[in-house]
Nanobody, 124 residues
């Protein structure tokens, strides 16, 4: 069974850091592009970052560029999102998604396998 499970969310003060993890099972993650999305209450799901299956290149949204870093773990089936200098506007449920065998992108329709999400709250 193909499955993605996110972890690592929590409550952090502005300026703080969190590292999210996405554990994959039922398939080899390195064969697919994989992405992080987020969704805040009342807002549409937003692509945050992705890493390509083709050449491991990465893409970041303008809102997180320079603060977030996406990476694959040393084990083949783990994805991370290191989030530094967090801001209140980063508050959202964060999802990992996969399913694209080409270059990655930040549009939700590129992906057909999604995790259940992990809540990130940035508040003082």
């Amino acid at each position: 069974q193909v499955q993605l499970v996110e972890s690592g969310g929590g409550v952090v003060q502005p300026g703080g850091s969190l590292r999210l993890a996405c554990a994959a099972s039922g398939f080899t993650m390195n064969w697919y592009s994989i992405a992080w999305f987020r969704q805040a209450p009342g807002q549409e799901r937003e692509g945050v970052s992705c890493i390509s299956a083709v050449d491991s290149s990465t893409v970041y949204s303008d809102s997180v560029k320079g603060r977030f870093t996406i990476s694959r773990g040393n084990t083949k089936n783990t994805l991370y999102l290191q989030m530094n200098n967090l801001k209140p506007e980063d508050t959202a449920v964060y999802y990992c998604a996969t399913g694209s065998v080409g270059a990655c992108g930040l549009k939700a329709h590129y992906y057909d396998v999604w995790g259940q999400g992990t809540q990130v709250t940035v508040s003082s």
